[in-house]
């Protein structure tokens, strides 16, 4: 599976962005989809993550209620909707996918494929 995300950008604090990812070489819809974001010199950190059927969601604590994650199958596309950015939320945006199942404590190794990174630059 080969995964493109997008979208990333410049945006003010409190301002909106959304990032999408698109799927190749591989039945999109076996997939749970993950968004993990990374600071240079940190750790890569989990985001958000969507089940294969978009049943499930899951949130880290950080963007809870900030940030929404969606998928449609049919595009081979996974969105992640940011809104009510901060500062801190400015980091490289990675898309990632594992077979069928996500939860909330993902992590980096959880996952199988991998995106290359957009970036997320928000000014305060």
């Known amino acids: 599976v080969q995964l493109q995300a997008s979208g990333g950008g410049l945006v003010q604090a409190g301002g909106s962005l959304r990032v999408s990812c698109v799927a190749s070489?591989?039945?999109?819809?076996?997939?749970?989809m993950g968004w993990f974001r990374q600071v240079p010199g940190l750790e890569r950190e989990f985001v958000a993550a969507i089940s294969w059927n978009g049943g499930n969601t899951y949130y880290a604590d950080s963007v809870q209620g900030r940030f929404t994650i969606s998928r449609d199958n049919a595009k081979n596309t996974v969105y992640l909707q940011m809104n009510s950015l901060k500062p801190e939320d400015t980091a490289a945006y990675y898309c990632a996918a594992r077979p069928w199942t996500a939860w909330n404590t993902l992590t980096p190794t959880d996952m199988d494929y991998w995106g290359q990174g957009t970036q997320v630059t928000v000014s305060s």
């Open positions: 070489g591989g039945a999109f819809s076996n997939y749970a």
